[in-house]
């Protein structure tokens, strides 16, 4: 049962316009979540993250929302580029369950100059 | 910066063969992490360990076992490696156990079972 789901495999945008990627998720304990940017043949890097006390978090280009009532999170990057281009992975954990991370499937965004 | 290195980038085994993947992090991390990814089921986790000697199953442990006998050091270890254990396998640290506390993760291992 996915308890982190990102529903969009793949996401394509023009370079300098805003992309939005997405990521639902079912368990209401999760308190912490963070998204990492993969490219291929490389290891996920952190990127961002946000605690379940705040709704959104800002780093650069980068903007993290977080709708607790909706269970749902969303990265906003603004403007795109495209060094930008990977595959990012939202994750989740819970404070209960020692730090263990829940990744969602993955959405590829290609930014195209 | 924190390094975690991991022992091959790609490996190619036949079915049958016990196969040992090792990471190494060299920023004195307490946790470790193994996970395998694959296409649409995002990143999955195989087993961790909290300190030395320590191991928990993660989400998908059955045909792996893992090994912790040094802090840094976390191995995976499949003992009769099948088909559809090919995948990434994705080691990765962090400095302590409990939510906010970002992993840092390996280049991967790219394991081919043949």
């Known amino acids: 049962d996915q308890q982190v789901k990102q529903n969009s495999p793949s996401l394509s945008v023009q370079e300098g316009r805003i992309s939005i990627l997405n990521c639902d998720y079912t368990?209401?304990?999760?308190?912490?979540f963070l998204w990492y940017k993969k490219y291929p043949a490389e290891g996920p890097t952190f990127l961002i993250s946000?605690?379940?006390?705040?709704d959104k978090n800002e780093d650069g280009r980068f903007t993290v929302f977080l709708n607790k009532s909706a269970k749902h999170l969303s990265l906003h990057i603004v403007p795109s580029q495209p060094g930008d281009s990977a595959v990012y992975f939202c994750?989740?954990?819970?404070?209960?369950?020692?730090?263990?991370?829940?990744f969602g499937q993955g959405t590829e965004l290609s930014v195209k100059p | 910066d924190v390094k975690v290195t991991q022992s091959s980038r790609y490996l190619v085994k036949r079915t049958g063969e016990k196969v040992f993947l090792e990471c190494v992090q060299d920023m004195d991390h307490e946790n470790m992490f193994w996970y395998r990814q694959d296409p649409g089921l995002g990143l999955r986790l195989i087993y961790f360990?909290?300190?030395?000697?320590?191991?928990e199953k993660g989400d998908i442990p059955e045909g792996y076992s893992v090994s912790r006998e040094k802090k840094e050091r976390f191995s995976l270890i499949l003992e009769s490696a099948s088909t559809n254990q090919t995948s990434m396998y994705l080691c990765?640290?962090?400095?302590?156990?409990?939510?906010?506390?970002?992993?840092?993760f390996g280049p991967g291992t790219r394991l081919t079972v043949t």
């Open positions: 360990s909290y300190d030395v000697k320590m191991k």
């Open positions: 994750a989740a954990s819970a404070r209960n369950q020692g730090g263990k991370l829940i």
């Open positions: 990765a640290s962090s400095l302590y156990a409990g939510a906010g506390y970002e992993q840092y």
């Open positions: 368990n209401s304990m999760f308190d912490y």
């Open positions: 946000i605690s379940s006390i705040k």
